[in-house]
């Protein structure tokens, strides 16, 4: 940890999603052990290190899903349900019979929420975000005749409807073509220019150099958080990588 | 015989015709969206566990009674089921159990235990009319219950429909929006129960499930949105229900299998003929 950082924190309270000292345990491992830091507001952060280093559990606790054990989080003022959260698209199901516009509408939710009605203007919303991910004409397709590629597009189209202020992406170019990767780079990057908060789990290291600018990397424990070009020296990620070795060499341990 | 004295007649001479036709239309009607939601969630052996459960708790409450009262049953069989549906719940979200495994016990222990008592308490016919249904012997009042009870089925379905579907599908993002799904998720299972409680005295606590589960099988070969799939599943189940009862009424079969018999008809006609098929992916992959 870098005292930058930690200075920052104390200094400013409502200036982003701060953690203090936290840790988090899954079925009785810690996997997040003692982050402290910041994720600014405005600023777009890549979250990066080996599998089972904690990065989704890391973005759950954001989320409210799991809570953290020790430590504290103050999301600056900002309710849960006003953060936009795009999970490993492995949870959703994608054989279910529901068309592409009914999924991208949803965006919506917290202006219809579970009853209400939805207005012809929310569906030209909807129509519009989907050709800004470059789905035009999409909108009656079933879900389960898209590609990886098409439905992580429209997810982000959902995204976009749902305006949120800061946006937790968990490795949403995971099985997706380039193409269709530099796409959805673009929307980030024009959620950036919008002064959206996006914290994004990547394990791509030359993306996360051409277009974050911060990057945290962990293995469990914070190894650093700070500007990507410090945070992804050779030696940080030796040390993540030979952290990573050893919960293979002493399975019992960790 | 001419085709009205087999299809109509049948229910114009006879009152309890009439009145197994009115209920088995009742049943149809709601088991066709509550079967495609619990398949669609892969909760078909719940459906499963919970129908079996209406055994156990008609004959405790035929051996309190001491007779066929319709009423008694009827409440002994929500009360068993509203229980095996609530441990189910809960031994699916808090053990590692995969949940067939665990209603699988579930069914095998209620059947064993309702089979139980009630031949020890009651004859076989009882037994038997439990077991396969009577919808031959409903009588006004079972319509109104029944009819109640898809009424209350559709309008809750209806309102309950968004949250429901989207807990269904896509549930982290429902909790990623504040609502709290399982709120949903066990009014559906409570409309599940009432639905295969209602059902019982038609289609027998075997069958009941069936009637849930093959038209929501048959709605998937056919069709690719959920309204249509919803509309598919109510209306070959009201199908089957129609048919079941004119074969029963023909050939002297008891109800419950006639329709469950008729709806797997069905569900074998689309196999061969529906756009999703067994025909089409032989045929695509033989491409």
């Known amino acids: 940890m870098d005292s930058h950082t930690l200075g920052s924190f104390f200094a400013v309270t409502h200036s982003g999603i701060c953690f203090q000292n936290v840790s988090v345990y899954y079925n009785r491992q810690r996997v997040i052990d003692d982050l402290s830091g910041i994720f600014k507001f405005g600023t777009m952060t890549a979250i ?51 068309s592409v516009i009914d999924t991208v509408i949803l965006g919506a939710w917290q202006r219809i929420g579970p009853f209400g009605g939805v207005t012809s203007k929310m569906e030209y919303e909807a129509a519009d975000a989907l050709s800004a991910v470059g789905l035009n004409g999409f909108d009656r397709r079933s879900i389960c005749t898209l590609s990886a590629g098409q439905f992580q597009r429209v997810l982000f189209a959902r995204l976009l409807l749902q305006d949120p202020k800061v946006i937790l992406l968990d490795e949403p170019f995971n099985l997706i073509d380039t193409r269709t990767t530099g796409d959805l780079l ?20 030359e993306q996360i150099r051409a277009h974050f600018p911060n ?13 990507t070009d410090n945070t992804l020296s050779s030696a940080n990620l030796l040390t993540a990588q030979s952290i990573a070795d050893s919960w293979f060499k002493e399975p019992e341990l960790y | ?57 008609a004959a405790i409450a035929f051996l309190v009674v001491g007779s066929i009262s319709m009423f008694a049953m009827w409440l002994g069989s929500l009360i068993a089921s509203l229980i095996v549906a609530f ?12 949940e067939d495994a665990s209603f699988a016990s579930f069914y095998l222990m209620s059947l064993a235990l309702g089979v139980l008592i009630l031949s020890l308490n009651g004859s076989n ?18 319509i109104f219950l029944v009819g109640g009870i898809a009424s209350f089925t ?5 309102l309950i429909y968004r949250p429901l579907v989207v807990q269904c599908y896509d549930p982290s993002f429902l909790r990623s929006v504040g609502e709290r799904g399982s709120i949903y998720h066990l009014l559906f299972l409570f409309l599940v129960v009432i639905n295969l409680v209602a059902g019982f005295q038609a289609l027998g606590s075997l069958m009941a499930v069936g009637m849930m589960i093959l038209p929501a099988v048959i709605a998937k070969l056919w069709a690719r949105t959920l309204p249509a799939m919803t509309l598919i599943a109510a209306v070959s189940a009201v199908t089957s229900g129609f048919f079941g009862l004119l074969a029963s009424y023909h050939l002297g079969f008891a109800s419950g299998p006639s329709i469950i018999i008729s709806a797997s008809l069905i569900y074998i006609l689309s196999l061969i003929f529906a756009p999703y098929g067994a025909r089409t992916s032989i045929y695509n992959r033989s491409l």
């Open chain 1, 48 to 98: 990066t290190g080996p599998n089972g280093a904690g990065k989704s559990t890391l973005i759950k606790t954001i989320m409210g899903e799991l809570l953290p054990n020790t430590g504290k989080i103050d999301r600056g003022g900002i309710s849960i349900s006003a953060l936009g959260y795009l999970p490993q698209s492995l949870t959703i199901d994608r054989s279910f019979p529901v």
């Open chain 1, 186 to 205: 673009h929307i980030i990057t024009r959620w950036r220019d919008e002064r959206r908060t996006i914290i994004i789990i990547l394990h791509n290291f």
């Open chain 1, 215 to 227: 990057t945290l990397l962990l293995a469990r424990k914070p190894i650093a958080w700070g500007p």
């Open chain 2, 1 to 57: 015989m001419t085709m009205s004295a087999i299809l109509i007649e049948p229910f114009v001479h006879y009152g309890f015709m009439r009145r197994a036709l009115v209920s088995s239309v009742a049943l149809g009607l709601g088991f066709g969206p509550l079967g495609v939601l619990l398949m669609l969630r892969r909760m078909s052996m719940i459906g499963d566990a919970i129908s079996h459960a209406v055994l156990p708790g």
């Open chain 2, 87 to 98: 441990f189910a719940g809960i031994v699916s979200q808090t053990t590692i159990l995969k």
């Open chain 2, 125 to 142: 016919i009882e037994l038997l009319h439990v077991l396969f249904g009577t919808i031959l012997a409903v009588n006004t009042q079972d």
């Open chain 2, 154 to 158: 559709l309008i809750t379905l209806a």
